[in-house]
């Protein structure tokens, strides 16, 4: 079975600056995807970027950028230029690319603080 | 589109009462999952539907859950009879098809509490 984990139950970053949520992964499968949703206070689940593991290039979504290393199981995320706005649960999540494997294995989540 | 719809947001029951938890999917989306989101064991897929079908309810908690869907614009989860372990955020979300490649949309949850 899939295990996903975040390492960090919280974070902080200052408005504009850089911050990086950690998460590593367990799989015996060789093509999968990976994800970073996040959780505003309103409790909706945001798709922010996705990744999958047969691309070498780290996917991009504006001020969000992934780090994946596939050999070290390790699916960081980077926001850069935070805003107010990003304050929120993240959850690192992983699925296989099989068409059977629709279950979603959610990491722990990090609760990020932007700090004005 | 108005995406995936649940009601009620909020729910407060006493333990013993049968809940039901409604979810209208996007339009078009024929793949249909409940989750749960709890402090203690983090977001749980409970059972997946494609189109209409229930194919992996290996996550519903036991025989006082059940899920319906009765057709392919509304599905329900019901609690019966509820207990204050039940106390939770409960998540549909909807898939365009079956293949993985496709996203999963989340609605905004109902925060079920059962004291």
């Known amino acids: 079975a899939q295990t996903v984990t975040q390492s960090q139950p919280e974070m902080s970053v200052q408005e504009a600056e850089t911050v990086t949520l950690s998460c590593t992964y367990d799989?015996?499968?060789?093509?999968?995807?990976l994800f970073w949703y996040k959780q505003p206070p309103s409790r909706q689940m945001i798709l922010v970027i996705r990744q999958e593991a047969y691309k070498q290039q780290n996917a991009t979504e504006n001020r969000f950028s992934v780090n994946f290393q596939k050999a070290a199981k390790s699916f960081s995320l980077k926001i850069s230029d935070s805003q107010l706005g990003d304050a929120a649960m993240y959850f690192c999540?992983?699925?296989?690319?099989?068409?059977?494997?629709?279950?979603?294995?959610f990491g722990e989540g990090t609760q990020l603080t932007v700090n004005p | 589109d108005a995406g995936v719809i649940q009601s009620p947001r909020h729910e407060v029951t006493e333990m013993g009462q049968e809940v039901t938890l409604r979810c209208k999917p996007i339009s078009g989306h024929n793949s249909l999952f409940w989750y749960r989101q709890t402090m203690m064991r983090g977001l749980e897929l409970l059972i997946y539907?494609?189109?209409?079908?229930?194919?992996?309810d290996s996550g519903m908690p036991e025989d006082r859950f059940s899920a319906k869907m009765p057709n392919a614009s509304f599905s329900t989860l019901k609690i019966q009879p509820s207990e204050p372990r039940d106390s939770a955020v409960y998540f549909c979300a909807s898939r365009v098809g079956r293949r993985a490649t496709y996203e999963q949309y989340f609605g905004p949850g109902t925060r079920l509490t059962v004291t």
């Open positions: 999540a992983y699925r296989s690319r099989e068409t059977s494997g629709s279950r979603l294995t």
């Open positions: 799989t015996s499968e060789s093509d999968y995807y």
């Open positions: 539907f494609n189109n209409n079908v229930p194919i992996d």
